[in-house]
């Protein structure tokens, strides 16, 4: 009875919570879970936001970070503690940690490997459709805009050493990172390709794009793929780290 | 005849005051420049031996120069990172030796000049963002040995940002009155009845750790009381509360194994404790590199600072309803790691019964860490911490009220509640 009620409480709390994101915040796991000496541990603090293990889903603001090519998340981890990408909490989270434990988050993020949500319906219209699909596969080579998957992988699950996963991310964390470069609230190791990529984009194809993006889902074990760089990443800053 | 004597008498009064603010001005002025030598201008040419510049690494490193003279991930010591004052914003400038934007022209007695007078190379007065008031207690021997690394560190050329100040503490001569009235330059007196060591740890904490420049709270002029000092205040710009170091139910080591004061420094945690917020940055950028000795100094110092205890105030009992709250909450997101009782997980989650960070009479502290959560400092001691979440992402207001009020009244814990207007307030 007990439990039941608690169980209605934490739902009936997570139900009015303002931003409703709590995916799963550490109590989650009951309060009788026992605290271990682990790196899943010591990354509590991430998982409220980013989704137990790391797994947060297409649904709210906040993007899967497990299974995401290590290099990519150790340079967006250095990126906030060096205000190169501006966001409160992951600033003031990354603010006094080395170099070396980034390094150990990023590596534990990056070795879990997740099923990827299922398929959402994208509700684009034909014409938009068509204009995600081009984007993502074939590019606008006149406005100098590349593929997605060429860089992103051909299943734009990412690409090794640097390259972010791209389908299951929410659309409104896509749009807002697209927008952030444009401004310059996001910013990567000079030289900044993908802040050039996103100010050719008009808002359309930003919004289409990052809808399309979103409603993806992958076979479980997709992973980032190697290989060798494209030409086009070996002249970015933030692709080969 | 009448009106002529008024108009005499006018004069003469006017001529007094005339007279009354020149002497004041003069009086001023005095106090401003009291005490300085005729000053040699002229820089070296040859390099400072290796082992003056490693000292000089040390010494900024105690100072933690970087903290302001760097912003994140910029240059080295080229400045411009904005110091958040109630008068306005102070921007730290560079102090790299490039000629034209550093201080790449000073002298070592123009340098000196600064750190123990508050005076810049062409004699301008130094904002005390800038803790020349600590500082003035640094060696000559010191300050030459921080030129010849500052000498030794790649000149940057970037050109100072202008302070953004309100009027009139924008101006030289509300400092100079504020100099006047709060600035002594002084140098470190040894007391001959306290060992080598101890006073050792006096110089660093009092001189270049510049501790009081947070720690002992600041009158609404800005300047630190010299009755109450380590007596604890809010920081500068009101986000933190810097607690009193000369009490033992705030940050006071009076109490302390000396290895647990120097833990907290060098590791960032110890057995009782943790660093977060401005304290956080001070061990990541600062303590942890100083060596075993002179942490332990410091903690003899500190150890010895006379007790000063607040009577104990009797904190308003919080309602029945805002304690029900806070337990959800607090069962909900915090259990898990603090434990149900509060008693924490050793060597991984501070036990928040007890805990001084959580009953201390400013509540800012306790709102922060809810809402920024956080990892302590990597260090040596302590490389991979065990992160909080920033719960300010899914708490309201009333939740973190609610729950920053249980557990200051939980698990014989006895502090006042904490409302939602309060949480609001902090920044």
Known sequence: MKSFFSLLLTASLAAFTPRALAQSTPAASGATAVVQNTMAQRMQACVMCHGQEGRATNAGYFPRIAGKPEGYLFNQ?????????????????TRFISDDYL?????????LDLPYPPALAHRLSAQQQKTAEELVFKGVPDRQIPACASCHGSHLAGRLPAVPGLVTLPADYLVGQLGAWRTGLRAAAAPDCMADIARRLTDEEASVVARWLSAQTLPTGTKPEAGPSPPLLAHCGSGNE | MKGMSLRRLALRAGALFLV??????????????????????????????????????YLARAGNCMGCHTTTAGPEFAG??????????????????????GIGSWSADEFWRSLHHGRSKDGRLLYPAFPYPSFTQVSREDSDAL???????????????????????????ALAVWRALYFRPGGFEPDPGQSAEWNRGKYLTQGLGHCAACHSGRNPLGASGLSAQFGGGLMANGAWYAPSL??????????????????LLKDGVSAHA???????????????????????????????IPVVEEPPARPGTASEEMMVAGQQVYEQHCAACHGDRGQGVSGMYPALAGNRAVTLASHVN??????QGGFSPTTAGNPRPFGMPPYGQVLSNDEIAAVATFVRQSWGNVASPVSPLDVLRVR
Do not use: C
């Open chain 2, 366 to 371: 306790l709102v922060q860490q809810i809402r």
């Open chain 2, 274 to 304: 943790s660093v977060s917020g401005p304290m956080a940055e001070v061990v990541f950028n600062s303590t942890q590199y100083l060596t075993g000795e002179d942490l332990d100094a410091m903690a003899r110092y500190l150890a010895t």
């Open chain 1, 103 to 111: 390094r150990d988050i990023a590596r534990y993020f990056s070795s």
């Open chain 2, 147 to 173: 030129y010849a690394f500052l000498r030794s560190v790649p000149a940057v050329e970037r050109a100072n940002t202008l302070h953004a100040l309100r009027f009139p503490y924008s101006t030289q001569a």
């Open chain 2, 246 to 263: 000369a009490s033992p139910s705030e940050a006071g080591v009076q109490r302390w194994p000396r290895e647990q004061v120097v833990r």
């Open chain 1, 77 to 93: 981890l250095k990126n906030f503690r060096e205000s190169r990408r501006r966001n409160q909490a992951m600033g003031h989270l």
């Open chain 2, 80 to 101: 411009g990172r904005g110091i958040d004052t109630p008068f306005g914003i102070v921007f730290a400038p560079n102090i790299t030796h490039d000629q034209k934007t």
């Open chain 2, 20 to 57: 009354l603010i020149f002497l004041l001005g003069a009086l001023v002025a005095w106090l401003n420049v009291r005490g300085e030598h005729a000053l040699e201008t002229s820089v070296p040419t040859a390099p400072a031996s290796s082992e003056v510049i490693a000292r000089g690494a």
